[in-house]
């Protein structure tokens, strides 16, 4: 799998998304403003990619700052993060890497700038590996949760290309799979960015996983037909009750499978857990350009100046959810006492 990011000597590449699969095109940001237009653009997108390309973004960014002493650089990097966590308001792992990152710096204070800056590089730099190790880790425990033959529905892209590799819900199916699990996988397309036919399906053919693209609204019918036995997905933000805001769609899917009785599970590391946020209602979900609803393939196919809506997030109340699988194990309902615990030993 080609990587999702990764530096380019001072600078960071990464693999324009909305090219793929027609064209493996690299977009390089050159300073953090960059990073901030990759992810609004959807260069990168995923909650944890969108994460570490926001640690990378600001290491990179604080290397720039002209100021020699430890106040003046961290109000300036302060200043950097607060623009950056800005980018997209949904994905809660955005604002939890630059905090992170200015967390390192502010134990750093009697540091020289110079070894601020270094340390900022080496932590950006973890974020990324970690988040490999804490998605494969996801997949050795939502391995156990598939059938030894199973037919699983995705929902959007939660995969290498979403993360800084591997991936969340792909990375159970991958697990599966190298587990010796016969699976096989329906992939929603996801309008309107078709992250689903685009990207899933790019990565799972990649990987040798047999593979069907289905329209959103053929979800119900193939679970009614007994035609899919669970469902996985990834997570941009879990509020502390458990409810999980995820790409728009993934709420009449976990509605659907509850009806179907269809396990519907949720795989997200720790870092997409939000204990700040009660519930799903306070989830800022992020609108995007209407704009981008009437369009296939770059191209209006809508009566001119129609108008349009369109949420790129939805939410799923915590009771279609039937567990989430994390890096520290499976939680299950209660979710209120289950993420708690596992955020407290974390
Ligand atoms: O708008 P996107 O493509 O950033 O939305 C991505 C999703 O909704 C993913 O399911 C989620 O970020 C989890 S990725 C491991």
């Known amino acids: 799998m080609i990587p999702t990011i990764q530096w380019d000597n001072d600078h960071i590449r990464m693999i ?7 064209r493996v095109e690299w977009f390089v940001a050159r300073n953090y403003r960059d990073v901030i237009k990759a992810i609004q653009r959807m260069v990168i997108r995923g909650a944890p990619a969108i994460g570490v390309a926001a640690a990378m973004g600001l290491a990179m960014g604080g290397r720039t700052i002209k100021a020699g002493t430890y106040g003046p650089f961290m109000r300036r990097l302060q200043a950097m993060a607060a623009e950056m ?25 009697l540091e ?43 929902h959007c892209n939660a995969g290498s290309l979403a993360t800084g590799g591997y991936g969340t819900a792909l990375g159970v199916i991958r697990a599966a799979r190298d587990a010796g699990k016969t699976v096989r996988v329906y992939a929603d397309e996801t309008r309107p960015w078709l992250q689903g036919l685009r990207l899933t ?14 329209a959103d609204n053929a979800a119900g019918s193939f679970m009614r037909q007994g035609r899919i036995q669970l469902v996985v997905t990834g997570a941009d933000r879990i509020a502390a009750n458990g409810d999980v ?20 599970y949720v795989a997200a590391p720790l870092s997409t857990i939000d204990p700040a946020i009660p519930d799903g209602d306070h989830i800022p979900v992020e609108e995007r350009d209407p704009a981008e609803i009437c369009q ?5 196919v809508g009566p001119q100046g129609v108008a349009a809506l369109n949420p790129a997030f939805d939410i799923t109340p915590a009771r279609y959810v039937k567990a989430i699988i994390t890096e520290k194990g499976i939680l299950y309902p209660p979710y209120s006492d289950t993420l708690k615990r596992v955020l407290e030993g974390a």
Request: hydrophobic share 45%; glycine share 8%; net charge negative.
């Open 245 to 264: 805001a995820n790409k728009i769609g993934t709420y009449q899917v976990a509605v659907l499978a509850k009806e179907n009785g269809i396990p519907f």
């Open 296 to 300: 296939v393939g770059g191209k209006c």
């Open 85 to 109: 966590a800005e980018a997209r308001p949904t994905a809660v792992n955005l604002r939890w890497a630059l905090e992170r990152m200015l967390r390192l710096a502010e134990g750093m204070s």
């Open 16 to 22: 324009d998304q909305r090219k793929l699969p027609a």
């Open 201 to 214: 399906a790019y990565e799972m053919m990649e990987e040798g996983i047999p593979v069907w693209v289905i």
């Open 112 to 154: 020289p700038v110079d070894v601020i800056k270094a340390a900022l590089r080496a932590e950006a730099d973890r974020i990324l590996a970690e988040d490999i190790a804490v998605n494969q880790s996801i997949g050795r425990h939502g391995a156990s949760l598939v059938p030894d033959e199973a037919t699983i529905l995705t």
